[in-house]
């Protein structure tokens, strides 16, 4: 069943990589000190491996005594875990142009995680709470409609990640504010699901909408800050 | 990558040892005839897990059923340990199910869960309605917004 996973997880990488590679034939990376894309494996690799740690030492399960246990992602991921260390390690590796680097890795990173939830009808954990509508789907074995919600949180993102990459393409807008909206769509898309989301403990709510306000934030400093647009950006 | 994480998951899945056990009760033999039985007479949602001590997964979705079974107090939770040694059983309970709001059986033979539909693997979990109708069977580890969803959908 672990595999399931790994398909999920699969699709989104892929559908990472086919964003950058979409953007990169339009200019996207230049300013940019890093290598997007191993940058983003790299932060995605740490980030899934802090959550997990994180994940266990919330059950009790203490990684140097149970190391094996670390590699068995399915039984849990600290959402919240894997995300902040996730950002904090590229802040790290994009420490030298840390606005550029994020402007232009943002809308393949909303692509990527659109990827991982349509990815989730592999694992079968892509449907939510009971709902009547015409595209609801029903759990294998079951005649319950419900909301497939990840399919929702897929579309939201794709819509996310495109909007802002044309709108880098052909709108020029401020170093910074890419950035900042793909924070605020990351935290906005799962806020705008959850209601439809089915768990035992709830979601990091909390988390989501820091993600908001601190991308909105970002935005906003951006604007006001900086009149360089990119197609001002250092060479 | 995958037959490499495959091979290590094996591995390190044969080698496990419980750490810092507390010893619990050993789980009484059940016989499928029985466990459906119960299953029948309880007259709520009931969900059974096969679980052994040998298996790193199922210690991996332990602490996750644990906790389910304290705040799902409208269902009912079985936990069948299968092919295992009881000394090595009561510590795997004491380890994790201590605070658990379960019901303990075992069986020694490894038959029950293949007479419930399910196969000789672990772990394993029957999600079963009211009536007694089992309405999924999901093979291998459990992962929360799984067992959310199926627990749902039994209670319905």
Redesign the interface.
């Known amino acids: 069943?672990?595999?399931t996973?790994?398909g999920s997880a699969a699709i989104g990488v892929g559908a990472f990589w086919l964003m950058l590679r979409w953007e990169a034939k339009r200019g996207n990376a230049a300013g940019c000190s890093l290598d997007l894309w191993d940058a983003g494996l790299t932060v995605g690799v740490v980030g899934l491996l802090a959550g997990r740690l994180i994940a266990m030492a919330q059950?009790?399960?203490?990684p140097l005594?149970?190391?094996?246990?670390i590699?068995?992602v399915?039984?849990?991921v600290s959402t919240a875990g894997a995300s902040v260390v996730a950002v904090a390690m590229f802040i790290f590796l994009a420490r030298r142009s840390i606005l550029e680097d994020a402007d232009a890795i943002g809308p393949s990173v909303l692509v990527g995680l659109a990827g991982w939830h349509a990815g989730?009808v592999i694992?079968?954990?892509w449907?939510g709470t009971?709902s009547g509508l015409p595209w609801a789907q029903t759990?294998?074995?079951?005649d319950?409609t419900r909301h497939p919600v990840e399919l929702y949180a897929a579309a939201l993102y794709v819509i996310a990640g495109f909007g802002i990459a044309l709108w880098k393409q052909r709108g020029r807008p401020p170093l910074g504010v890419p950035a900042g909206l793909t924070l605020t769509a990351a935290g906005a898309v799962r806020l705008a699901t959850e209601p439809t989301r089915?768990?035992?403990?709830g979601g990091p709510v909390w988390l989501y909408a820091s993600a908001v306000v601190a991308g909105l934030g970002l935005a906003v400093w951006a604007v006001m800050d900086g009149r360089r647009s990119i197609g001002n950006r250092k060479p | 990558m995958l037959p490499l994480i495959a091979g290590i998951a094996l591995v390190v899945s044969a080698c496990s040892a419980a750490a810092g056990v507390t010893p619990g009760d050993a789980p009484e033999p059940i016989t499928f005839d029985d466990l459906a039985a119960e299953i029948a007479a309880s007259g709520r949602p009931t969900i059974v897990n096969a679980w052994a001590s040998w298996c790193l997964p199922c210690r991996s979705e332990a602490p996750l059923l644990a906790t389910a079974s304290t705040t799902r107090t409208n269902i009912d939770f079985i936990a069948l340990n299968i092919r295992d040694n009881p000394g090595e059983a009561a510590a795997f309970i004491g380890e994790y199910y201590t605070e658990a709001q379960m019901i303990h059986y075992a069986d020694r033979s490894g038959t029950v869960p293949v007479d419930m539909g399910g196969g000789r693997g672990v772990p394993i979990t029957f999600f079963y309605d009211a009536d007694a109708v089992l309405i999924h069977i999901h093979r291998g580890i459990i992962d929360e917004p799984s067992l959310a969803l199926y627990l749902d959908e039994i209670q319905r």
């Open positions: 069943m672990e595999f996973l790994l059950v009790g399960i203490n005594t149970d190391p094996a246990q590699i068995l399915r039984s849990g989730t694992s079968g954990t449907l009971v759990a294998p074995g079951s319950i089915i768990s035992l403990s």
